[in-house]
């Protein structure tokens, strides 16, 4: 496991220094940091004097150690914008794109984990049929549809009845769904602040309304992903010449589905989740944008329309630094799921 975690380090740092170099690559192409720092009316020769006291006529060899010296610290330079350090201004947005990740990977395992096993026990039912036609069209709508429909019916209401009002059912769907002021759509109302820059809407019942709604829209991006993936797998698995013994020796069903079955479908489905997870992070620049949903991605956004360029470097770095983190703990994981993997690469 030592050696293991060695290894993982260096890829890690490795990783870290590709994403370092394109990100310092990239800000000679986001526009000139002194056209950004000063007004027009500033002469020239002040800004020749501000470009030479910042390093900017230094070789790029010099100013790139001089950024991953103090990216190494966590030292990203000031924001245009906000006249604050960069670091400063991720942690006031962090939390809340965390939380919205968080909630919304909740809502992936809690759904697609028994609708694909059961996709897979019973292939041809109609229940069935129904998930995977509506997975198709998950797929099938971008996230930014899909969060204007949620706002358009559970936060504005429809002004229709499309469902038939001499049912109960019907009739109070109908009373739901024209309601209007029903879930909140917009910011993200009045958090509970817990420390330091950390306000959560865990915390609370109003909270959590205010997470519904985006959560539901950035999880409709990999839940229907994570369905088909987890059925596919199933079914595969269900062939194969373990679980058929299990049944030959009477081991009840459920355990044979859940425990034996569902146990060796998890890896691939780690494999592929590790990595699809840690891309909600940048998924929600358009959920966040729709919601106007005060984290990173909305910040993002907002610094590329002011060309705030410390800031989009350290948006970049923090990114690819929780794709690392991510894809290092997928790796763990394996071995708690399966311990007959080497994570060393070993011969068992």
């Known amino acids: 496991m030592i050696a293991f975690l060695i290894k993982r380090l260096f890829h890690a740092l490795l990783v870290m220094f590709v994403i370092s170099v394109i990100a310092f690559a990239i800000q000679d192409n986001l526009g000139d940091p002194i056209q950004q720092m000063v007004g027009q009316s500033v002469p020239e020769s002040e800004r020749a004097e501000l470009r030479e006291e910042l390093g900017l006529n230094d070789p790029m060899l010099t100013q790139y150690l001089r950024f991953a010296g103090n990216a190494a610290q966590f030292d990203f330079g000031y924001s245009y914008v906000f006249n604050q350090p960069t670091t400063s201004v991720i942690a006031r947005h962090l939390p809340a794109t965390l939380e919205l990740v968080a909630a919304s990977t909740f809502l992936i395992i809690a759904l697609s984990i028994p609708i694909g096993v059961y996709s897979a026990i019973k292939p041809r039912a109609w229940l069935t049929r129904f998930f995977m036609s509506v997975s198709i069209v998950g797929i099938s709508i971008p996230v930014f549809l899909t969060a204007i429909v949620l706002i358009q019916i ?3 209401g429809v002004s ?3 469902f038939p009002a001499e049912t109960g059912w019907g009739a109070w769907l109908n009373d739901v769904l024209s309601t209007e002021g029903g879930m909140p759509a917009y910011g993200r109302g009045d958090p509970v602040h817990v420390f330091g820059t950390w306000d959560t809407n865990f915390a609370s019942l109003e909270g959590l309304t205010y997470l519904v709604l985006p959560a539901i829209s950035l999880a409709s991006i990999m839940l229907p992903l994570f369905i088909r993936l987890i059925r596919a797998e ?17 081991i009840s069903m459920r355990r044979v589905y ?3 079955a569902l146990k060796n479908t998890m890896l691939p489905v780690i494999t592929v989740g590790g990595v699809q997870i840690g891309t909600l992070v940048a998924y929600t620049i358009l959920t966040e944008t729709v919601f106007q949903w005060p984290g990173m991605g909305l910040m993002f956004l907002n610094a590329i329309e002011r060309s705030d360029i410390p800031l989009i470097v350290t948006y970049l770095m923090i990114v690819g630094l929780i794709f690392v983190i991510t894809n290092t703990l997928v790796d763990l994981i394996y071995g708690l799921v399966n311990p007959t993997v080497k994570l060393t690469g070993k011969p068992a």
């Open 154 to 156: 559970f936060a504005i």
């Open 258 to 260: 859940f425990l034996h």
């Open 160 to 162: 229709v009845s499309p």
């Open 234 to 250: 199933m079914l595969e698995v269900l062939q194969s010449e373990y679980v058929k013994f299990a049944r030959a020796k009477g």
